[in-house]
């Protein structure tokens, strides 16, 4: 059974047209959640941290939000330029310990 | 500029042979990371390290092999036991003390001649 489930697992918006990305998770004792953007042939690029229900991370038109259950990662009026496959991951236990990821979510924005 | 570099970029092996994937750090990171990404699949834990000289298996350890002998470079080793070794390697460490995160770097694509 997977602990990080992403959804949708494809996303197809035309430009301005504002959704959302959603990731569950059931691992018991999270320490941390994580967001990344990754471009086709490149490493995950760092997005957003966040520790615990209620808490809310915003950088541009991405806003990421928190439950006790899930993480949702709001685009707002999207670009082409934020067309990437977005990743969700969590972290149980102490720092340093290896994040669990899922298997994203792939954005195409078009014009 | 810091960060993490992995080399080849692109790797090709033939069968029945070893080959390595190169890692290096200058962060000054304690702990890293081997992750290998499959199309349309997140990113598997193959192997990590916490500190030099001591590494743990992750969820897809076998097949593979990785040494910590210096605290800036962690190569894994794709060794012949590995019967479907064509994906997306990538190599991460940790950044802790207040801006916990982890850092990749940019990938190694291994495909099977």
């Known amino acids: 059974e997977d602990q990080v489930t992403q959804s949708p697992e494809a996303l197809r918006l035309q430009e301005g047209e504002s959704s959302s990305l959603n990731c569950s998770y059931t691992v018991s004792g999270l320490r941390g959640l994580f967001w990344y953007r990754q471009d086709p042939g490149k490493g995950p690029e760092f997005l957003f941290t966040?520790?615990?229900a209620g808490e809310e991370k915003e950088k541009e038109r991405l806003k990421a939000t928190l439950t006790k259950k899930e993480s949702f990662l709001h685009i707002t009026a999207p670009k082409p330029e934020d067309s990437a496959t977005y990743l969700c991951?969590?972290?149980?236990?102490?720092?340093?310990?290896?994040?669990?990821f899922g298997k994203g979510t792939t954005l195409s924005v078009s014009s | 500029d810091g960060g993490i570099t992995q080399s080849p970029k692109y790797l090709f092996r033939k069968e029945g042979q070893n080959v390595t994937l190169s890692c290096e750090q200058n962060l000054n990171h304690d702990a890293m990371y081997w992750y290998r990404q499959d199309p349309g699949q997140g990113l598997r834990l193959i192997y990590y390290?916490?500190?030099?000289?001591?590494?743990q298996k992750g969820d897809i350890a076998e097949g593979y092999s990785v040494s910590r002998e210096k605290k800036e470079s962690f190569p894994l080793t794709v060794t012949s036991a590995q019967k479907n070794p064509t994906a997306f390697y990538l190599c991460a460490s940790w950044a802790g003390q207040g801006s916990e995160k982890l850092f990749f770097g940019s990938g190694t694509q291994l495909s099977v001649l």
């Open positions: 991951a969590v972290q149980e236990g102490q720092a340093g310990t290896a994040l669990i």
């Open positions: 390290s916490q500190i030099v000289n001591d590494f």
């Open positions: 966040l520790y615990s």
